[in-house]
């Protein structure tokens, strides 16, 4: 008798839990379904994924523009890391802070063994650059802001830090030209100083007009170009 119930105690037990179970498992499918779903539809729609595309970054496929010169920094680990960004919210824009260099020599000192940074462009005095780090990889330019943005280093004649107007028409041009190809708004245009409150760059913190002016003159190329 004693086991019987037991029995009929366990059997009732099981049928009482696996009914509420099994009303779970159907209203998490209930869930789940229709997000795996609009997963996969969103997967097959291009226009819907992030607009900014990894593998075809400054590759064969998609070549930059010529004023663009390849001078790219082998991997150690530090300067360039080799890792790939993790998505792209914008451009950090920043002055090297060594008064008279070259866009050359600042390039080979990310490539020194005893340097820890590294950004994706730097603009010389006569406004020429230099892509110093693959497009796809994180430079090491912009403390936590690697992960997600571009990095843009700009030489300057003296301790102001003010840009030559060589360097600062070719900075409309080329923040012009990523914002468009990657379809980045102007307003993820940012300063070093926005992401950590350094003084860099130095002359557009100190006189924020000519930073705003600046970045007045990329909105107005994007506008010329789309009309
Ligand atoms: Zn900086």
Redesign the pocket.
């Known amino acids: 008798m004693g086991s019987k119930a037991e029995d009929k105690d366990g059997v009732l037990t099981d049928v009482s839990s696996s009914q509420p179970k099994k009303k779970r498992w159907g209203f998490l499918l209930f869930l789940i379904l229709p997000l795996l779903a609009a997963a996969v539809w969103g997967l097959t729609r291009p226009e819907l994924m992030s607009a900014f595309d990894f593998s075809s970054l400054g590759g064969e496929e998609d070549p930059l523009p010529s004023w663009i010169q390849r001078a790219v920094i082998p991997v150690d680990g530090v300067s360039r890391r080799g890792e790939k960004l993790e998505g792209l919210t914008g451009i950090v824009i920043?002055y090297v802070g060594n008064p008279g260099t070259t866009a050359r020599q600042n390039r080979n000192w990310y490539a020194d063994p005893e340097s820890e940074v590294s950004s994706h462009f730097i603009i010389g005095l006569k406004g020429e650059v230099l892509l110093c780090v693959p497009l796809d990889e994180k430079s090491s330019?912009s403390n936590h802001a690697n992960a997600t943005t571009l990095s843009v280093e700009v030489c300057h004649p003296d301790e102001t830090g003010q840009f030559t107007k060589a360097s600062e028409d070719r900075l409309v041009e080329l923040l012009a030209y990523l914002c468009r190809r990657y379809d980045l708004p102007v307003s993820g245009i940012i300063r070093?100083y926005d992401v950590t409150g350094?003084n860099?760059p130095k002359y557009y913190v100190e006189h924020e007009e000519a930073y705003l002016a600046m970045k007045k003159r990329v909105r107005a190329a994007l506008e010329e170009e789309a009309s």
Do not use: S, Y
């Open positions: 920043h330019a070093h350094k860099c």
